[in-house]
């Protein structure tokens, strides 16, 4: 049982564990048995972050990469969740479309890089095109299983209520299939996040984080590198909390939904 | 000398809330081979007081000694059965479940085989020694849960509700099963229950327990012969008598 | 006559489900094939599937393929065993200690959200390109999300197991052994079929950053400059089907073998 005094003492320790790898870490930089191009100070790459932001560079690239993120999933949401709602509604739509998701499904979205540079060429359709790859198929999945898991006996209910095809759709299967939806577009970010940074690196694009880090390496700016690094983590971090746990305590938290893992 | 003394027991737990009284001032002797029941509405500290004789719990006060020592945390003179049937380890079978505790003992793999198809036998249950927990029924997992409880041999059976979570029929083949298999083995049992009708089945004294805070109110023997007629006169007198304790 | 008739209607309901499966890979073929052949893009950029067959047979005979196959995956199983040993051993003690958990947690959320690949360069860098640097990187991604869901594991391990267990005389390591590691599996399992995926995406994008000279990643990669399209597609096909056949020859027996057989995931 966790108590108060628990927790205060589970911040302090984080608080001295942050603090720690901090310390060893400057004192490992600054020893100068590694080069500072390669093993910066925290100064430095604090530094640099202060840099980039003030002149403007790094949002510049976080804007670029966001925009090819919310891109690609916004077109994987549009393709994805109809869909995969489809898949579950009818038997036919499945079994066209399952196979073929679960080849796909397992090639790494990074492996179509070349292909799409061939196809697509060097910049924004590439990367959107890879991150719409690799955000697709969390969505589509998801949403087949979470239509395919609504309580048939909400259905029942439903209908002995009166409801009708159309509107045991909208107001019984698709809330029913939110927990789902949800966790299918948590994995599609997740997913997306690796393919733009990865892409970014790959389609050297002249914007966006992963190509910074890319190019930071030509020129041995590790400081750079981590700042961007760190950049990223917190945007990450910022989608992960704000957005989706906002997103999950309204609905699926509320409605006391969520999906606990087996036993 | 008494098999169980329990010396004016008290446990207060520390939560958000503020404290709370667990069980106070819980003072009673158990004997060998006795059967008795700990009864009492949620709340009463029949549970906690169960878990603390087990040693998974250490009262803020008094002391509990068994065969006149005093009991420092769990130890394998004491075996114990929980209410939720998935007490038993999924990734063993039924014998494997049961011979548990003789392998922490260190009892040699043939011994321990011949031991824990008893048990099973003992819960009628060796037709399913080799099954997996989740192929058997709550009824023949609890089954499972007493054997292992037993099979190592201790002196003491403490049992926390373990028939609650069953359906009323199972229920009732249970407890005639417990009965045979208390006559059988002699043990020490002591079960904690809300119902009363399961207390005055099953045992030789009753301890009846009430909340707020929670204590040992009084003590009820059972003296009816069995095997017992829960709808004999003399069973519903016995039942009465309890919920007289209870409520008033 | 009755088993018979049984034993056919079973084998042709097997054949139907093996039509109904292969019913839209034929249909997205023959749409693939027609759109080549009438070169409605440059042949060079869509190559037709009979093109794409022969590059496969072609580099198989060569040994090239082979070659490159066998490297990417040395390297994956590398890199993964060192996240999977690393990743179940971290895990464990934070779930066991709150010490460790509260000194680790931190730093592992922190470092978790960042995909793997974003820290390609900064190792490239560091320990400069080749083999090492791969494999480290694979070990290094991989190894969070088998550490987050070892922790959660451990943690999830049933109250009423360790009270059992404890009642029946186990204690320490006989706990550990005995209890603890086959109550989290589940979750275990489950964090390593992530790493899993995790190192596979890792491996090919490190490939294709040049910092090998064989695998698969750098063999797709490099096709580019030729516009060998065919060669990168049958390597594309070839990653699916390492990475699937891995998933069916590894991860599903020991999950069929484990934690389906004790019924604790199905």
Partial sequence: ?263 | ?248 | MQSIKAALARASKRWGEALRTAFPFVVVGALWEVAARLQIFPVRLFPSLESIAAAFVRLTISGVLPHHAADTVLRLIVGFALAASIGVATGVAMGRSRLAEDLALPLVSMAAPIPGIAYAPLFLLWFGPGNISAVLLVGFASAFPIILNTWTGVKAVKDVWLRSALALGADGRRLFHEVILPGALPYILTGLRLGFAQAWRILVGVEMLAAVSWGLGWMIFGAREFLNTDVMLEGVAVIGMIGLTLEKLVFKPIEDFTVVRWGMMT
């Fill in chain 1, 1 to 263: 049982m966790s108590t108060f005094a628990d927790h205060t003492r589970s911040i302090r320790r984080a608080a001295v564990s942050l603090f720690l790898a901090a310390a060893a870490y400057e004192s490992i930089a600054r020893s100068g048995v590694f080069p500072p191009s390669l093993l910066p100070s925290l100064v430095a790459v604090a530094g640099a972050l202060v840099d980039g932001v003030l002149d403007g560079s790094l949002p510049a690239h976080a804007l670029a990469t966001l925009y090819r993120v919310l891109m690609g999933v916004g077109l994987a949401i549009a393709f994805g969740l109809p869909l995969g709602i489809l898949m579950g509604r009818y038997r036919a739509v499945e079994s066209f479309v399952l196979p073929l998701a679960s080849a796909l499904m397992p090639i790494p979205s990074l492996a179509w890089v070349p292909v799409f540079i061939l196809w697509l060429g060097l910049g924004n359709a590439t990367a959107i095109g890879i991150v719409l790859y690799a955000a697709l198929f969390p969505l589509l999945l998801n949403a087949w299983s979470g239509v395919r898991a609504v309580d048939p006996l909400w259905l029942r209910a439903g209908s002995a209520m009166g409801a009708d095809e159309r509107a045991l759709f909208w107001k019984v299967i698709l809330p029913g299939a939110f927990p789902f939806v949800i966790a299918g577009l948590r994995q599609a970010f997740l997913r997306a996040w690796i393919a733009v940074v990865g892409a970014e690196m790959l389609a050297a694009s002249d914007w966006g984080l992963g190509w910074i880090i890319f190019d930071a390496k030509e020129f041995l700016r590790a400081d750079v590198m981590l700042a961007s690094l760190a950049v990223i983590g917190m945007i990450g971090f910022a989608f992960e909390r704000l957005i989706f746990g906002s997103l999950e305590r309204v609905t699926v938290l509320r409605w006391g939904m969520v999906r606990t893992a087996k036993r």
């Fill in chain 2, 1 to 248: 000398m008494p098999h169980i003394e329990v010396h004016d027991v008290s446990l207060i737990y520390d939560t958000p809330a503020g404290r709370v009284v667990g069980v106070e001032h819980a003072s009673f002797d158990i004997e060998q081979s006795e059967f008795v029941c700990l009864v009492g509405p949620s709340g009463c500290g029949k549970s906690t007081l169960l878990n603390i004789i087990a040693g998974f719990l250490v009262p803020t006060a008094g002391e509990i000694r068994i065969g006149g020592k005093a009991i420092t945390g769990h130890g394998m003179d004491r075996g114990i059965v929980f209410q939720d049937f998935a007490q038993l380890f999924p990734w063993r079978t039924a014998r494997g479940n049961v011979a548990f505790g003789l392998e922490m003992k260190g009892v040699p793999a043939p011994e321990r085989e011949r031991i824990a198809l008893e048990h099973l036998r003992l819960v009628k249950l060796e037709r399913f020694a080799n099954a997996y927990p989740h192929h058997l029924s709550g009824g023949m997992q609890q089954r499972v849960a007493i054997a292992r409880a037993l099979a190592y041999n201790p002196s003491v059976l403490l049992m926390d509700e373990p028939f609650a979570a069953l359906d009323a029929l199972t229920r009732d083949d249970m407890q005639k099963l417990l009965a045979d298999v208390w006559r059988e083995t002699r043990k020490t049992v002591v079960y904690v229950t809300h119902n009363v009708a399961e207390a005055v089945y099953l045992a030789d004294r009753v301890l009846v327990m009430t909340p707020h805070p929670g204590t040992v109110r009084c003590q009820v023997p059972i003296r009816l012969e069995r095997p017992r007629d829960p709808l004999s006169a003399e069973f519903i007198e016995h039942q009465k008598e309890l919920l007289r304790r209870l409520g008033g």
